[in-house]
């Protein structure tokens, strides 16, 4: 396989498995209730997550409910 590039970062993954972690940024998340909603939230997340092993952050900036509006 390919190495994947992202940014300045490469990982091989026929080597190394990659953990990524998953930073919901709505208000109405059914996951964590919008609790990362402010932008001083969201980055201590963040790093919190990269303290915690993550190697790259998904961002989820909008909301996938049913009739939630559109970004």
């Known amino acids: 396989m ?7 970062k490469t990982f091989d993954l026929d080597k190394q498995t990659i953990v990524m972690g998953v930073l919901n940024v709505t208000p109405d998340s059914f996951s964590d209730g919008g609790r990362y909603f402010s ?11 990269v303290k915690d092993g993550a190697d790259i952050i998904d ?4 909301s996938t409910r049913p009739g939630a509006a559109t970004v």
């Open 39 to 49: 932008v001083d939230d969201a980055v201590d997340h963040a790093i919190t997550m």
């Open 2 to 8: 390919r190495p994947l590039k992202i940014g300045d």
């Open 59 to 62: 961002i989820g900036g909008e």
